[in-house]
């Protein structure tokens, strides 16, 4: 190819041309991330102090102020994730009716005792811990009957998790 037709050949402009339009679209895309950027961080605000409002966090907050004493969970890494089982299944399988939760637990705890399945026994036992202090921090008291309580459960499950 000589030069003259070199010169007059345009293929070398949509290089030029996508280069421009790349910047443009850059540059556009930085310019709407600096105006949505504060209305973001206030976003993630309102829903930072949702959640630290909600009915979980002041059963987290009961936790830590001792309602449920200093015992070990037996089935769940914390004590805030037995809480948010009870706050998942309290209204969707008992409509939010903490004594027939809790005739229920009971229940199933002595039955998985009995039957030695004591994995089981033992998320029973958190969740039975987790919703005794869910009713005593909405000041509900549960017709324990001849049930036994929290830390009795506990106990016999901790023992019965020992290798013998």
Known sequence: MDFGTFIKSDSGAVTVDWVVLTAGVVGLGLATLAIASSGVENLSLDIRNALA????????????????????????????????EVARVLPQYYDNDPQAYYDSIQESWATAMEGGMVNTAGYEADVLGALTAYAQSQNITLNTGENPSYSDVHAATTAALQPT
């Open 53 to 84: 409002n909600s009915e979980v966090a002041e059963q987290a907050q009961a936790v830590a102020e001792g309602v449920w004493g200093t015992l070990s969970m037996l089935h769940f890494d914390s004590a805030a994730a037995a809480e948010q």
